[in-house]
């Protein structure tokens, strides 16, 4: 009797290998021009991470984690890992990042694993490319995680649809769970077993239900209980996408499956996939490093399902890049764009990203803080350039380009920015 794969896992060959392969090398390509630093994590982690981090209501906890008891008196259960983000947030907090320099961006790739019922794009191990970063609150940062997607998704040549929600935070998020507990309450004869088993925990769960689908359409929406700052957060992120050219619909349905998300969930969709149309997803996690021991640092990430963008990248009429083209990483910064008032972070957003369309790696600082702790971040994490935006140099059209090096500053139109950055660098 011949000997076969197991059901759920695959052997990938010829044309779906090459396509992930391109794919895992354009994702971290991509992750490399917006000074992302890789980061390899273990395949087994302690069950009570996830536990922690996943939340006890999840499918992942209650039904997908492959669990095994660790060492020969089995005193301890670990897990094979079924998603990346918690693994992230564990070594930032163990190697005490999360105190000494909380302001962190890494992007990891690899085998996940989960069991569940296989179907075409859901495997029981499946690939991913993820990113997160720490330290950051302001919505340019998450607003520049959809620019850095919407990439990705024009190097491929790709159309997918962008679906993007607040979830609200510890203050106006508990007004939105009553309601949603109440809602299920009064329709309790209508929800499946499983809404029934987490409604009480967690009934934020009754949204992401797979078989409760219709009855979840008439359910209460997180963004009428935003409070003014979420509220505010929300359509900011929304604005500074826009400015860089990323189209977003905004789905009040979108929970997504687990815990830890707080205000900015998001999942790209492709219609070429089947019923697992969701290719890339992620959001924000404010309060998870705090909850799995670490300091109170915020996070926001998203991770790429390898096979299930192979499959869209192979059902694409014509597929081919679009108009992204990025060239080979050689570990330096090139770049941090600080743009200083609301209409210059807009309009930063699109001069950042036509420096990494140029093949410069370009990281956009935070805007709410001084100019001198801006720099000595720049400085800190080894860029030779400041690219300075405020309100006089948009109205004529330029930068000031701050060489760190050598502590000189000019002004330069923009149309020239890239080839300045790659003049100086070249001639040193």
Same mark, same amino acid.
């Given at each position: 009797?011949a000997i076969?794969?197991?059901?759920?896992f695959q052997?990938?060959q010829?044309l779906?290998?090459?396509?992930?392969s391109?794919i895992?090398?354009?994702?971290?390509?991509?992750a490399?021009t917006? !000074?992302?630093?890789e980061?390899?994590?273990?395949?087994v982690?302690?069950?009570?991470?996830f536990? &922690?981090?996943?939340g006890?209501?999840? $499918?992942?906890?209650?039904?997908q984690?492959?669990?095994f008891p660790?060492?020969?008196?089995g005193?301890?259960?670990?897990?094979?890992r079924?998603?990346?983000?918690?693994?992230v947030?564990?070594?930032?907090i163990?190697?005490?990042l999360? =105190?000494?320099?909380?302001?962190?961006?890494f992007?990891?790739?690899?085998?996940?694993?989960?069991?569940? %019922?296989p179907? =075409?794009? &859901?495997?029981?191990?499946?690939?991913?490319?993820?990113?997160?970063v720490? *330290?950051?609150?302001?919505a340019?940062?998450d607003a520049?995680?959809?620019?850095?997607? $919407?990439d990705?998704?024009k190097g491929?040549?790709?159309?997918?649809e962008?679906?993007? #929600?607040?979830?609200g935070c510890?203050?106006? %998020?508990p007004?939105?769970r009553?309601?949603?507990?109440?809602?299920?309450?009064?329709?309790?004869?209508e929800?499946?077993d499983?809404?029934?088993?987490?409604? /009480?925990? #967690?009934?934020?769960?009754?949204l992401?239900?797979?078989?409760?689908?219709? @009855?979840?359409?008439?359910?209460?929406k997180?963004?009428?209980?935003?409070?003014? /700052?979420?509220?505010a957060?929300?359509?900011?992120v929304?604005e @500074?996408?826009?400015?860089?050219?990323?189209?977003?619909?905004v789905?009040?349905?979108l929970?997504?499956?687990l815990?830890?998300?707080t205000?900015?969930a998001?999942?790209?969709l492709?219609? !070429?996939?089947?019923?697992? +149309?969701?290719?890339?997803?992620?959001?924000r996690?404010d309060?998870?490093?705090e909850?799995?021991g670490g300091?109170p640092?915020?996070g926001?990430?998203?991770?790429?399902?390898?096979? &299930?963008l192979s499959l869209?990248?192979?059902? +694409?009429?014509g597929?081919?890049?679009e /108009?992204?083209?990025?060239?080979?990483?050689?570990g330096?910064?090139d770049?941090?764009?600080?743009?200083?008032g !609301?209409?210059?972070?807009?309009?930063?957003m699109?001069v950042?990203? +036509?420096?990494?369309?140029?093949?410069l790696?370009?990281e956009?600082?935070?805007? !709410?803080?001084?100019m001198?702790?801006l720099?000595q971040?720049?400085?800190k994490? *080894?860029?030779?350039?400041a690219?300075i935006?405020?309100? #006089?140099?948009?109205n004529?059209? +330029?930068?000031?380009l701050?060489?760190? /090096?050598r502590?000189q500053?000019?002004?330069?139109p923009q149309?020239?920015l890239?080839?300045?950055?790659?003049?100086?660098s070249?001639a040193?």
């Open positions: 009797m076969t794969r197991v059901r759920g052997d990938l010829g779906p290998a090459s396509v992930a391109h895992e090398l354009l994702c971290r390509e991509i490399q917006y !000074d992302f630093r980061i390899r994590l273990p395949l982690e302690r069950v009570e991470l536990q &922690r981090s996943s006890e209501t999840s $499918d992942i906890v209650e039904k984690m492959y669990v660790e060492g020969e008196e005193s301890a259960l670990v897990a094979l079924p998603e990346g983000t918690p693994g947030v564990r070594a930032f163990e190697t005490g999360d =105190k000494r320099d909380p302001e962190q961006r992007f990891y790739s690899g085998p996940m694993f989960r069991r569940e %019922r179907q =075409k794009g &859901r495997y029981r191990q499946f690939n991913q490319f993820g990113v997160e720490f *330290g950051r609150t302001d340019a940062c520049e995680l959809l620019v850095m997607i $919407d990705l998704r491929l040549g790709l159309k997918l962008t679906q993007i #929600n607040s979830l510890h203050r106006c %998020r007004s939105f009553e309601a949603l507990l109440h809602f299920g309450r009064e329709h309790w004869g929800l499946c499983d809404c029934h088993s987490r409604m /009480e925990r #967690n009934p934020l769960r009754l992401d239900c797979k078989v409760d689908v219709k @009855l979840a359409e008439s359910a209460p997180s963004l009428d209980y935003l409070c003014e /700052e979420c509220r957060h929300f359509a900011t929304r @500074l996408a826009a400015a860089a050219g990323v189209e977003l619909i789905n009040p349905r929970v997504r499956g815990d830890y998300y205000r900015t998001f999942e790209i492709s219609g !070429d996939v089947g019923s697992q +149309s969701a290719v890339v997803a992620g959001g996690y309060g998870l490093v909850a799995l300091s640092v915020p926001i990430g998203f991770a790429v399902g390898v096979e &299930r869209a990248v192979e059902s +694409s009429p597929g081919g890049s /108009e992204v083209s990025f060239s080979s990483f050689d330096r910064v770049a941090v764009l600080i743009a200083l !609301d209409a210059a972070i807009r309009h930063g699109g950042a990203r +036509s420096l990494r369309k140029a093949g790696r370009v956009f600082s935070a805007p !709410d803080r001084r001198k702790a720099l971040r720049a400085a994490i *080894g860029a030779r350039f690219v935006v405020g309100e #006089n140099e948009l004529r059209k +330029s930068v000031q701050r060489d760190l /090096e502590s500053q000019s002004e330069v149309e020239q890239a080839s300045a950055i790659r003049g100086v070249a040193t």
